[in-house]
């Protein structure tokens, strides 16, 4: 395999992204995103031009997975640049459906979809707020989220959900949030796009304001306007590159 790719990341949330259409095993994807033995991220895009842009997306591990709020942001800075689309306000096809973005000159806001608060759990000694947004998510709220032992406190809530769970640990101030995440399929990553959209709709600020959310990885804000959930913030790029391997 030889594979031109470019590197990106928004809020250390880092992705291999590659010009569909690709048929990549989960094992090639896997190597891929290994920090040790590949070029390394968070997961892989798979980002295919045409009347409409096409976004698949892969966990690190090869996973498939339903949404990315990150990589929707890095995929539509992308796909503005190389020229695929008119404007910088288009649709993404993701797994989940189309999804509007708008590329602005500092930040690109996308839309993550419908937002949901299906309930509530107790797992592992932590009260959770389950969320959906297109891909599930377990947030629990604590006073310090640098006192968890995520790599700990991540996998033994997760390991409670059939077909897993992102979990995300929340402080609430009053006009913003400060969380780390446990990603499904990846571990703790300095961002999680979803993940951030989750938190803002557990902690019940649906409302319409702009959120700021801050992440290991910098500061997004997430917007959920009439139940529908936007998220803003940068999308940068790291290096571009050909691989050869697997």
Same mark, same amino acid.
């Given at each position: 395999?030889?594979?031109?790719?470019?590197?990106?990341?928004?809020?250390?949330?880092?992705?291999?992204?590659?010009?569909?259409?690709?048929?990549?095993?989960?094992?090639?994807?896997?190597?891929?995103?290994?920090?040790?033995? /590949?070029?390394?991220?968070?997961?892989?895009?798979?980002?295919? +031009? #045409?009347e409409t842009v096409v976004m698949?997306? &892969?966990?690190a591990d090869g996973s498939p997975a339903e949404m990315c709020g990150n990589g929707l942001r890095c995929a539509?800075?992308?796909?503005?640049?190389?020229?695929?689309v008119e404007g910088p306000e288009f649709v993404v096809e993701t797994p989940v459906g189309p999804r509007r973005v708008v590329v602005g000159e500092g930040e690109i806001e996308v839309e993550l979809g419908p937002i949901r608060v299906t309930g509530d759990a107790e797992q592992a000694g932590y009260r959770l707020r389950l969320v959906d947004v297109g891909n599930p998510h377990a947030v629990a709220f604590v006073d310090d989220p640098d006192a968890v032992d995520i /790599?700990?406190?991540?996998?033994?809530?997760?390991?409670?959900? +059939? #077909?897993?769970?992102?979990?995300?640990?929340? &402080?609430?101030?009053?006009?913003?949030?400060?969380?780390?995440?446990?990603?499904?399929?990846?571990?703790?990553?300095?961002?999680?796009?979803?993940?951030?959209?989750?938190?803002?709709?557990?902690?019940?600020?649906?409302?319409?304001?702009?959120?700021?959310v801050r992440v290991p990885g910098g500061v997004g804000a997430v917007t959920i306007r009439d139940g529908i959930a936007w998220l803003a913030g940068p999308a940068d790029y790291s290096f571009t590159g050909s691989v050869a391997g697997r």
């Amino acid at each position: 395999m030889t594979l031109e790719f470019t590197k990106m990341q928004g809020l250390g949330n880092d992705f291999v992204v590659v010009e569909g259409p690709a048929d990549l095993t989960p094992e090639q994807v896997a190597w891929l995103c290994d920090r040790r033995f /590949g070029v390394g991220a968070d997961g892989l895009l798979v980002l295919t +031009p #045409g009347e409409t842009v096409v976004m698949d997306y &892969r966990n690190a591990d090869g996973s498939p997975a339903e949404m990315c709020g990150n990589g929707l942001r890095c995929a539509a800075r992308y796909a503005y640049d190389a020229g695929w689309v008119e404007g910088p306000e288009f649709v993404v096809e993701t797994p989940v459906g189309p999804r509007r973005v708008v590329v602005g000159e500092g930040e690109i806001e996308v839309e993550l979809g419908p937002i949901r608060v299906t309930g509530d759990a107790e797992q592992a000694g932590y009260r959770l707020r389950l969320v959906d947004v297109g891909n599930p998510h377990a947030v629990a709220f604590v006073d310090d989220p640098d006192a968890v032992d995520i /790599g700990k406190a991540g996998p033994e809530v997760q390991a409670a959900f +059939p #077909g897993g769970v992102n979990v995300e640990f929340v &402080r609430v101030e009053p006009d913003s949030l400060t969380m780390r995440v446990w990603e499904r399929g990846v571990g703790e990553t300095l961002a999680c796009g979803t993940g951030m959209a989750a938190v803002v709709a557990a902690a019940g600020m649906t409302d319409g304001r702009r959120v700021p959310v801050r992440v290991p990885g910098g500061v997004g804000a997430v917007t959920i306007r009439d139940g529908i959930a936007w998220l803003a913030g940068p999308a940068d790029y790291s290096f571009t590159g050909s691989v050869a391997g697997r």
